[in-house]
């Protein structure tokens, strides 16, 4: 009884190690002249990454796309910081980004599919915060205020958390 106890207790360990680097959603490009593909975690590992989720034609992620470029602005080179569309109408995205002047990166989601290895989206905006090693350390769904969110990337970067 102790070994399969063992053997479940390795096995649990070895798999939350293993979600820790396993957050693979694939992202397209916003732009029609460029066909740039790449992958959420190719941001993940360097820094802190904030992701930000929305639609474009959400308002709360209007509002919340501010914050964000506030972020940006405060940690510059600390903090890896992008915004991922749930749209795929480019359209819209460009709109979004020309609208509220986003200075961080937009991507498009490949396949909403690839959003079950962050647990899923509920509602937008949906912010996912990750730390240096690859884990979700914070993950907020609706708008967050600048402060709350300079909190939680100041201890991140300060090796707090």
């Known amino acids: 009884m102790k070994k399969?106890?063992?053997?479940f207790a390795a096995v649990f360990l070895f798999s939350a190690l293993?979600?820790?680097y396993s957050i693979d959603i694939?992202?397209?490009?916003?732009?029609?002249?460029n066909s740039t593909t790449?992958?959420?975690s190719n941001y993940i590992g360097k820094k802190p990454t904030l992701v930000m989720f929305f639609y474009p034609d959400c308002d709360p992620?209007?509002?919340e796309a501010y914050v964000i470029d506030r972020v940006y602005s405060y940690f510059r080179d600390k903090v890896q910081i992008v915004g991922i569309s749930l749209s795929r109408d480019r359209?819209?995205?460009g709109d979004?980004?020309?609208e509220h002047h986003v200075?961080?990166?937009?991507?498009?989601?490949?396949?909403r599919s690839d959003l079950k290895s962050i647990g899923g989206i509920l509602a937008t905006p949906t912010v996912v915060i990750i730390n240096k090693q690859g884990k979700i350390v914070a993950k907020f769904i609706g708008k967050r205020s600048f402060s709350c969110l300079k909190q939680i990337l100041t201890n991140l970067v300060e090796g707090v958390r």
């Open 4 to 7: 399969i106890f063992i053997v």
């Open 18 to 20: 293993a979600e820790a």
């Open 26 to 33: 694939r992202l397209d490009s916003v732009y029609f002249d």
């Open 38 to 40: 790449t992958n959420l």
């Open 61 to 63: 992620c209007q509002k």
């Open 91 to 93: 359209y819209d995205i």
């Open 96 to 98: 979004f980004i020309k």
């Open 103 to 111: 200075k961080y990166p937009v991507w498009r989601i490949h396949s």
